[in-house]
């Protein structure tokens, strides 16, 4: 899939909505946060996942979810980032789903995510996340290797 820049107004309209929402969420206003990482959504015109920013909107509205542990709305997101035609190696995609799937007891799909994450990105993709997730996933193929 082809991606576009976004129309000027849309972009400046994600800006204003960025520096809202980080305001937002510093202050613990999470209500507003998330209405702000909505907005930002619907601003962009359809087809919605072929624009450049795309990606890092829906990565960033399903990292909001993750911090706030509603790994189903979290879920949701990260499907929609399968829809962006996600970049070729780009392991944050199958991160993300790893991090749902093992903060919400889900070991198995937690496993099959942040062993693919790994096998994309090594440890570099891992870089600014909890050590844990990497942990994990090398305890696995650890233990799927015996």
Known sequence: MDVQPLPPAVMEKLVQNGKVYRDAKAS???ASAEAQLLASWDAFPEPKHSWDSSESVIKTIAGFYIERKDFSAAENWVKELFKCDPLPGDPKPYLLLGKIYYESGRHELAAQN???AYEMGGRRGYASEDPKYLKFALD??????K
């Open 140 to 145: 696995e193929i650890k233990n799927a290797s």
């Open 114 to 116: 942040l062993i693919k």
């Open 28 to 30: 613990g206003d999470y």
